[in-house]
């Protein structure tokens, strides 16, 4: 048997005492940078946009009208000559195109067919696949149509350093479908993990800073003479020594960390992520004191003995894999009333389980008789 002697408990332990979600749910409350930026460009009034932007706003909007045969006609008769055209927030018409609640795969392959260059267009880093995987009403035909553009698309960071794989894992209408989509062409999207180091962070500052002074370097206005200013003494902050001495790497998950945190995860969607990215189940964040999804799953209420099948199935020592606290996901099952519940409940089907991993990680014993379940639910 698994010799762990569980830690004693503390203050900082007690604080750990959290339900991951309800944080998680506090978290979501807050607006992030994209957020931000995606309402901002949506309330830009439409007579500050670019004509083309303007009509593909417009045609989006009445999509429905007819199936999007005007807005597929205009997107195929313009978007070669017009299709790269920013606005003031950088975005592009494809932005708004995979923003729109109304968009078709067949507007999306169109444009990408005329001016595949805006596929690599970012606003402040949002791409249009971002917003594609944040938009309800995704289909699997909406990113199979992207991902013939660009494969890799799903490991492309925003400012928020999340991925379009870690907002559609995270979201409530993921499906079987989207999942599959998403990771078919580069399955290496499934163990990228969202973050950045402050080197990484630092050059991308350094480059939006850039691009502002070039963009004002013929205009001689007071405004435009203090933005260059500003930029200039932001890069002076970024590039200095106490910069670097008081943030730390920064690092995060990757997009199983999400779909074991979701409400909404089922055996059919983890079992499709993992048929194509195995690795990710035993692929730890630091950002989250170095947990495999795992844990996460387990402190979930959706939490079943087939979702634990499925994921010991792909890696079989993850109930016994210690976090940078030393806690377990198992510790985490025994600590709910709902995980003893099941267990009481369902008995042979869980004897059944054990009986194929005890012998060699005793994966769901307690830890010892003196076990009462009093372990800590992740933060």
């Excluded at 696949?129 to 799903?154: D, F, P």
């Excluded at 409530?172 to 990771?183: F, H």
């Excluded at 010991?312 to 016994?320: E, G, L, R, S």
């Amino acid at each position: 048997m698994n010799d762990f002697r569980p830690p004693k408990t503390t203050a900082n332990n007690d604080n750990r005492k959290i339900d991951s979600i309800g944080t998680l749910k506090e978290r979501r409350k807050r607006r992030t940078f994209t957020d931000i930026l995606i309402a901002a460009a949506n309330e830009l009034p439409l007579h500050r946009q670019p004509e083309f932007i303007q009509n593909i706003v417009q045609l989006a909007k009445e999509g429905p009208e007819d199936d999007g045969e005007k807005l597929n006609k205009y997107i195929e008769e313009n978007a070669q000559k017009y299709g790269s055209e920013e606005n003031e927030k950088r975005w592009t018409g494809l932005h708004y195109l995979c923003n729109s609640k109304n968009v078709t795969p067949r507007a999306i392959q169109l444009y990408l067919e005329q001016c595949k260059d805006t596929i690599t267009f970012y606003a402040n880093f949002t791409t249009p696949l971002h917003l594609l995987c944040r938009n309800e009403n995704v289909k699997k035909e909406h990113l199979n149509c992207y991902m013939q553009y660009e494969t890799k698309g799903m490991t492309n960071m925003d400012e928020d350093l999340q991925t379009p794989l870690h907002y559609l894992c995270r979201a409530t209408y993921c499906t079987v479908e989207l999942i599959k989509s998403a990771l078919l062409e580069y399955p290496d999207a499934g163990t990228f993990r969202g973050g950045t180091t402050v080197t990484t962070y630092v050059n991308r500052e350094i480059e939006k800073l850039k691009s502002i002074n070039e963009k004002n370097i013929n205009n001689n206005s007071v405004e435009n003479k203090v933005t260059r200013q500003a930029s200039n003494s932001a890069m002076e902050t970024l590039l200095s020594d106490r910069f670097y001495d008081e943030h730390s790497t920064v690092t995060g998950c990757t997009g199983l960390h999400y779909l074991c945190r979701n409400r909404i995860v089922s055996e059919k969607m983890l079992k499709e992520y993992l048929r194509y990215s195995k690795d990710a189940a035993s692929t730890p964040s630091t950002l989250h004191k170095e947990r495999i999804p795992l844990h996460l799953l387990a402190s979930n209420p959706g939490v079943n003995i087939d979702l634990l099948s499925t994921y010991i199935t792909a890696y079989p020592d993850a109930m016994v894999f210690k976090d940078a606290d030393s806690i377990q996901p198992r510790q985490i099952l025994w600590s709910t009333n709902e995980w003893n519940q099941m267990f009481q409940s369902h008995g042979p089907i869980f004897i059944k389980l054990m009986g194929k991993f005890r012998s060699k990680y005793d994966a769901f014993v307690r830890v010892n008789e003196h076990d009462n379940g009093s372990y800590f639910i992740l933060t």
